[in-house]
């Protein structure tokens, strides 16, 4: 079954570094998005991407935060300077289309901030 | 602004009870609500969703109900079984824009 896979799986970084998480869409897909979590907290969308640009994004996706399509595989979310709020599992998705069709959600990459 | 509100935080129920989490909406353009499941050390997977133009769907186990005139669906897991154990979310979305608006989340545990 196809899947969207996101690495690294844990990423420990120091305040003030960037971070690039990555994520692999679905092979067909068209849309890709950006969700992250802060522990204990809900889901919350950051962004969505389709044909190599930003479609939408909330207010939590400041100019720190910038997304990338590289090499038509991948999709990556870069943090400029992490700050320790910036610490939460951020998960990858991917649709077909967009609407009423099942966004796939990847595994999840736990940032830590220290 | 809290668009999609999810109740309650926490539940328990036995082997074989029912489950039953609630949301509510603000956003009366909302016309997709999916609900999700998530396992620990998964991402959110989704398990079952309902338009507005119907007020029931079922999928085995796991049936939405949904309230148009109230702003509020829920989600009924019949016979649970222990393996149901695990977080759920309600979300929210427009038909033409997939960024979803995610509720709290429920844990469910089912005690065998």
């Known amino acids: 079954e196809p899947e969207v896979t996101q690495t690294p799986s844990h990423q420990v970084t120091q305040m003030g570094q960037e971070v690039i998480l990555r994520c692999v869409p679905i092979?067909?897909?068209?849309?890709f998005y950006w969700y992250r979590q802060i522990l204990g907290q809900k889901v919350e969308f950051l962004v969505s991407f389709y044909n190599n640009e930003i479609s939408e994004k909330s207010e939590i996706f400041d100019d720190q935060f910038s997304v990338e399509r590289p090499d038509g595989s991948n999709f990556t979310l870069k943090i400029r300077s992490t700050k320790l709020e910036d610490s939460a599992m951020y998960f990858c998705a991917s649709s077909e289309i967009t609407g009423d069709t099942e966004a796939f959600f990847g595994q999840g990459t736990r940032l830590t901030v220290v | 602004q809290q668009q999609v509100k999810q109740s309650p935080q926490s539940l328990i129920v036995q082997k074989g009870g029912i489950s039953i989490i609630n949301c509510a909406y603000e956003?009366?353009?909302?016309?997709?609500f999916p609900w999700y499941q998530q396992f620990p050390g998964k991402g959110p997977a989704l398990l079952i969703a309902?338009?507005?133009?119907?007020s029931e769907k079922k999928e085995g186990r796991f049936t939405i109900s949904f309230n148009k005139s109230a702003k509020q669906f829920s989600l009924h897991i019949m016979d649970s079984q222990p393996g149901d154990s695990a977080t759920y979310f309600c979300a929210a979305s427009l038909i033409n824009d997939y960024k979803l608006s995610f509720g709290a989340g429920t844990t469910v545990t089912v005690r065998a």
């Open positions: 092979s067909n897909h068209l849309y």
């Open positions: 956003n009366t353009a909302f016309d997709y």
């Open positions: 309902i338009r507005p133009d119907v």
